[in-house]
């Protein structure tokens, strides 16, 4: 993303916590982060509903999203996961309308089997990455309901990591000399700047930036 802002003159302001999803409850965190997760969501928001006045502002929400079939990140609330994220996005949309800005979605990335870096350092490239369908499983239910919810608000746009990063067949740790990610799931400072050039400034440019300057 930080590529992407300087080609594209705008500003950037990250604003990321360890272990908080922007989800509500026990969605949002473990037990004892609950609290904190909630309160900076609310402090995000404040801030992005501040900014949008006077000038146009999109919100990029990203989020290791909870699946049932990748160990540890399903726990949360009760009820099926699409339904979780489906509320959670609810809530964010109605932020937006009422605050007056954008809202892009990303996708997630892939799960490596293993930590990136170690695996590359111990075994060939190829035994490092995953196998394309069954990254595409894992995150399904995240994904299904987030591309239905986009469907419903055409305001609202996606960006889909994926394509980028597998091909047919597989989703590799390693591309050329680039180590994608940083563990197992995150990707690289390398990987994220390899990421912005492959999905390209058409795409980041519609999903980010005012509908005027998207059309220049």
């Given at each position: 993303?930080?590529?992407?802002?300087?080609?594209a003159h705008v500003a950037?302001?990250?604003?990321?916590?360890?272990?908080?999803?922007?989800?509500?409850?026990?969605?949002g965190?473990a037990?004892?982060?609950r609290?904190?997760?909630?309160r900076f969501?609310?402090?995000?928001?404040?801030?992005?509903?501040?900014l949008?006045?006077?000038?146009p502002?999109?919100l990029?929400v990203a989020?290791?999203?909870?699946?049932?079939?990748v160990?540890g990140?399903?726990g949360g609330?009760?009820?099926?996961i699409?339904d979780?994220?489906?509320?959670?996005m609810?809530?964010i949309?109605?932020?937006?309308?009422?605050?007056g800005f954008?809202?892009?979605?990303?996708?997630d990335?892939p799960?490596?089997p293993?930590?990136?870096?170690?695996?590359?350092?111990?075994?060939?490239?190829?035994?490092?990455?995953?196998?394309?369908?069954k990254?595409e499983?894992?995150r399904?239910?995240?994904?299904?309901?987030?591309?239905?919810f986009?469907?419903?608000h055409p305001?609202m746009?996606l960006?889909?990591?994926?394509?980028a990063?597998?091909?047919?067949?597989?989703?590799?740790?390693?591309?050329?000399?680039?180590?994608?990610y940083?563990?197992?799931?995150?990707?690289?400072?390398?990987?994220?700047?390899?990421l912005?050039?492959?999905l390209?400034?058409g795409?980041?440019?519609?999903a980010?930036?005012?509908r005027e300057?998207?059309?220049?």
């Amino acid at each position: 993303a930080a590529s992407w802002a300087r080609e594209a003159h705008v500003a950037l302001l990250p604003r990321t916590r360890g272990g908080c999803r922007p989800m509500p409850g026990r969605d949002g965190a473990a037990n004892e982060q609950r609290e904190i997760c909630s309160r900076f969501d609310r402090a995000v928001i404040e801030q992005v509903t501040e900014l949008a006045r006077g000038r146009p502002v999109t919100l990029l929400v990203a989020a290791r999203w909870p699946s049932s079939k990748v160990a540890g990140i399903a726990g949360g609330e009760p009820g099926p996961i699409g339904d979780r994220v489906t509320r959670a996005m609810d809530r964010i949309a109605e932020a937006a309308r009422a605050g007056g800005f954008r809202v892009a979605i990303m996708l997630d990335t892939p799960t490596l089997p293993y930590d990136g870096p170690t695996c590359l350092s111990r075994r060939p490239a190829n035994e490092c990455g995953t196998p394309r369908a069954k990254a595409e499983a894992e995150r399904a239910e995240a994904t299904v309901a987030l591309r239905t919810f986009a469907a419903r608000h055409p305001d609202m746009t996606l960006i889909d990591p994926l394509p980028a990063l597998c091909d047919a067949a597989t989703c590799p740790a390693l591309t050329g000399d680039i180590v994608l990610y940083h563990d197992s799931d995150h990707l690289s400072a390398q990987g994220s700047v390899w990421l912005a050039g492959r999905l390209g400034r058409g795409l980041l440019d519609a999903a980010l930036l005012p509908r005027e300057r998207a059309q220049l």
